[in-house]
Structure formats: C-alpha cells, structure tokens
C-alpha cells in the first residue's frame, strides 16, 4: 500500500503525520513539507524515506529502523559543514547578520542562515547501533577498491584452476579430486565478495535507504550461504589435503594402504553436507544474516546461536592446529638425519611455511577477535571488522589457487597441454610431452630391474613425494616434483 503522491498536496495542517503499524511502502510527495512530527512505529513495509529536502521542517522521527535516523545524521552533518563554519566564529557571524540586514535591506541573508543560527534539534529514534552503525556497506574508500580486485582475483584464479583440471585428458586422481573442491570452495568466496563490492557500489552514500531492502532480502542471505558454505568447505578441504599428503608420505611405500579416490569421494561428500549444514541453520533461525550489512552470522541473543558461532571457531582453530601437526610431521619425515640439509629440503620448508603462514594469516585475527565477540566481549567494531573481511578473510580464496596448483609443475604441464589443442604454447606442451614419457620409461627401467623387496630410507621420501600427481599412462604411477 501506498499514499498517492498528491494526498497531502496543499495541505498546512496537521503538522504531525501517524502511520504506525500500516501496510504503506511510501510515504507521499508532496506536502511534508510541513509535518514536524512522523511517527512510523511497527511500519515495516515502509523501507526508503522520501528525498530528505521534502522533510524540511521536521523536529521529531519516530520509525521502525534504526538505519532511517541515519539519514537525518549525515543531513544534519551536511549543515555542519556549511560554508559559514568558514568564517571564523560562528557566534559574532549570527551576531552581525540581523545588523546587516537592517542597515541594507538588500543583501540577502546566507542561505544556511537559518539553520545555523537558529537551529533545530532532530530527535530520531531508534537510533542506529554498534552492528548497524552510520556507513555504507565498505565503511572505507580504500576497501570499496580492494574489495573489488580480491574478488576478481579470487574468482579468476579458482575458476582458472578448475577449468584446466576438469578439462584434463589425465586419470582424476586423490590430488586433484581434492583441488577442485577447494578451488569450487574458494570460489564460492570470491562471489560472495563481488556481491558485497556491487551491493556496496549501487547503495554508496545512500545506503540507509536501502539497508533494510538488503539485510532482509534473499541477496543478503545468498551472499552469508555463500560465505559460511565457501569458509568451512575451504577450512575443511585444506585439512583432508594436508591430511593425504601426511599419509602419502607416511605410507609411501605401502600402496596397499594408500588413500584411493572412492575414499576421498566419501571423505568429500561428508564435508560438503557439513558445509552445507552450518550454512543453512542461520536461514532456519539459527544465529541469522540480517544482523549486519555484510551478511555474516554476528546474531547472537539466544545460547543456541551463541554456541552455533563457538562451535564453527572452535572447529576452525581445531583444523588450523591440524595443518601446522601434520605440516611438521611432513618435514620431519622428508628430513635424511643422516645427511646435512640439501636445497630441496629447503624449499620443502619455504613452502610448508608459506602455506602455515597463510592459513594463520587467514584464520587467526577473525577467529580471535570473532570468539571475544561470541562471548560477548567485542573487541572491534563492525567498522573496523570490515578490514579484517576484505585483507584476511579471503587471504586463503586468494593464495590457495596459486600455492596448492598454478606454481605446480603439474598444473603447468596440464595447462600448457590444454593450450596446446587451441593452437597456443605447443613449444612448452611437447616439453612436457617428453619429459612425461622420459619418467615412464625411466620407471619401467627401475621395476625390470627390481629383484625383492627393500626397505626405503627416508632419503627416498623427498620433494617429489610432496606433491605425487598419478599420471594416466597405461595406469603406471610417475610423480612430478614441483
């Protein structure tokens, strides 16, 4: 329902206007002008004000949300700012105004005269909260840029990785099963940024208007599944990584006991029913989206919603301290105590430290500063928290795809042989072509002449080990370092 735009045209009377628990979605155009008094309690179909310049005269707001006090706030702002602020003391200014104008009836006063020198106090409430404060969706103009390039980033990069991985004519093997769920997870994370980028984009400057629109709306609840779902596929698929190449490594001369693709399957599918299931209970009034403008679960009245957010950072923290364990386990095994560290292990260890760097880099300041607030002892505000969304909140959807693929040998040879059948990088793809069946042949030269079992050194678990690709070449196994 709705006013028609002339209902109160010509109108001088009253000047207090009482829509309380209506249906109205607008209230008319013409002839607010003259109301001092608007009162829209429990008026919850009433989600955008009209042009402010249209509220001109009025003293008292009594509305149903809080981001519509905002409005008359960055008004009221406005008139701070005016020119005369300029003019030294405002005091003697309005002082001296009347005694010009007396003394030459034709100047004409300034055009903020009045609301500086006689000005009205606006009492508007509810007024807006530390989850809902007087801002636009990026709260700074430097993160409404980053925001931008990390969500394209972080969409091209996963959409890159999966593309080269499921148009690959090799076996689908355990590795790149797993790399094209965290890929998928992480671009998940990319387009919940770009709908926050666009949203905050489309709303700038205006967002009281259409903050309720958005919080309330199925976009914002799309884009807080997106984000839960994506964080806690990612966090999850990263572990059973981490957690293969420990048993690779542990176990890699006992194919008997090595990790076969229909277990990863398994393994997978139970992650993305948890994922799934922790995304949909804040849609089912478990904890809830609309708290704040980014759409992360931050509701937590009620013990259920309070343990929901406890339970997903404590199971963060959890996965994190898996990761380092099994990363120093990894290290330790590839280690020869017998000879002194080689170049390899070096670099076995600047990468295992990259990607604890990474993942701590990612989960600590959220998760630290997100259970002081579970507890309800925040220690930053959700305009500061906004830096954490955009600089460490999608640092892994960022990293991931370059770390744990694009700087593999293996995802090159992939790449530049899938170049190589659009007429591009054939030079690069017979390379690997080559090299690919130098290993073959080289493996088979090893089995014709193993004659009986042998108990592998650690020496034998090197840097290849690390990153083992199965290679569909007549279902012979060939590893390729990184």
């Known amino acids: 329902q709705r006013f028609h735009n002339d209902a109160l045209k010509g109108a001088t ?24 008094v608007l009162v829209a309690e429990r008026s919850y179909y009433l989600k955008k004000l009209p042009a402010l ?41 309005c002082d001296m105004t009347p005694r010009k104008l007396a003394n030459d009836t034709s100047i004409d006063p300034a055009p903020d005269y009045e609301y500086l020198c006689h000005p009205r106090t606006l009492r508007c409430t509810p007024e807006p909260d530390a989850f809902n404060p007087c801002e636009d969706i990026m709260g700074y103009d430097f993160l409404r840029v980053l925001i931008w390039f990390i969500s394209i980033l972080a969409i091209a990069g996963n959409a890159v990785v999966l593309f080269v991985l499921l148009t690959s004519h090799y076996k689908l093997t355990v590795p790149r099963f797993l790399m094209c769920n965290l890929s998928f997870a992480d671009f998940c994370m990319g387009i919940y940024l770009l709908l926050i980028a666009a949203v905050d984009s489309k709303t700038k400057n205006q967002y009281y208007n259409h903050a309720i629109d958005w919080q309330t709306g199925s976009g914002c609840s799309a884009a807080g599944f997106f984000t839960v779902f994506s964080s806690e596929l990612s966090v999850y698929t990263l572990t059973v990584i981490t957690l293969e190449r420990w048993h690779t490594i542990t176990y890699a001369m006992q194919l008997d006991r090595k990790l076969r693709l229909r277990h990863a399957i398994l393994i997978m599918l139970g992650g993305w029913i948890f994922s799934l299931l922790i995304a949909l209970l804040p849609l089912v009034g478990v904890s809830n989206y609309i708290k704040v403008s980014i759409c992360l679960p931050m509701d937590i009245e009620t013990p259920l919603s309070q343990a929901y957010i406890i339970l997903i950072l404590v199971l963060n923290v959890l996965a994190f301290i898996i990761i380092c364990a099994c990363y120093i386990k990894i290290y330790i095994a590839v280690q020869n105590p017998e000879l002194t560290p080689t170049n390899k292990d070096t670099k076995i260890a600047k990468k295992m430290a990259v990607l604890i760097f990474t993942d ?7 998760s630290f500063f997100a259970i002081s607030a579970a507890f309800k002892v925040p220690l930053i505000t959700v305009t500061n928290s906004k830096i954490l969304l955009v600089l460490f909140y999608p640092v892994n959807s960022c990293a991931n795809p370059f770390l744990y693929a694009i700087f593999t040998k293996a995802f090159r040879r992939d790449f530049f042989l899938l170049m190589s059948k659009f007429g591009c990088c054939k030079a690069q793809a017979e390379l690997y072509r080559v090299n690919n069946f130098t290993a073959y042949t080289s493996n088979c030269k090893t089995d014709s002449l193993y004659t009986g079992p042998k108990k592998p050194s650690r020496a034998d678990v090197h840097l290849t080990t690390f990153d083992c690709q199965y290679l569909n070449v007549n279902d012979k196994p060939a590893c390729i370092g990184i």
């Open 13 to 36: 009377g009253p000047n207090r206007l009482d829509i309380s628990s209506t249906a109205l979605e607008h209230l008319p155009v013409h002839g607010l002008e003259f109301i001092q």
């Open 53 to 93: 310049d249209k509220l001109a005269n009025l003293l008292e707001a009594r509305l149903t949300y809080p981001s519509h006090c905002c409005a008359f706030a960055d008004m009221r702002m406005k008139e701070l700012n005016s020119p005369l602020y300029n003019f030294g003391n405002l005091t003697s200014q």
């Open 360 to 366: 701590f880099t990612c989960m600590a300041p959220i």
